[in-house]
């Protein structure tokens, strides 16, 4: 297993690589969207990248040969995002075990980021 994981820089592989995915649970944990650009940088897409509003900030990451992606939902509002949201959905094609394993590392990489 390789716990690496790898945000996707470049919007067109990353619509690409998410298309027809869905959402698999919440990231929980009480993560903030400062939390989220101290350990992986600024998101993958942002509020100009949203065709309907319903998403603000996106991450997509390549974890273990999958690809995954951590966003907000229907906020509707991009500062509620950055200065309240605690509440981010992960999104990808796995089932359940994968998904498991990629928000773990997630958070691992949260707590060591944050902590240093």
């Known amino acids: 297993m ?3 994981l790898e945000v996707i820089r470049d919007k067109e592989q990353a619509r690409n690589k998410m298309h027809m995915s869905g959402f698999r649970t919440y990231l929980g ?3 903030t969207y400062q939390d989220l650009v101290n350990t992986f940088g600024e998101p993958t897409f942002t ?3 949203s ?3 319903k998403v603000n900030y996106e991450w997509v990451i390549y974890f273990d040969g999958s690809y995954y992606s951590i966003y907000d939902w229907k906020t509707y ?3 509620v995002t950055r200065e309240e949201y605690t509440n981010w959905h992960v999104g990808g094609k796995t ?3 994968e998904v498991d394993g990629f ?3 997630v958070l691992y990489e949260i ?3 944050v902590s240093s």
């Open 51 to 53: 065709g309907d509003g």
């Open 2 to 4: 390789n716990n690496e």
């Open 111 to 113: 707590r060591h980021t």
């Open 103 to 105: 928000t773990s590392q």
């Open 77 to 79: 509002d991009a500062q």
């Open 47 to 49: 509020p100009e990248d």
């Open 95 to 97: 089932g359940v075990l």
């Open 29 to 31: 944990g009480a993560v």
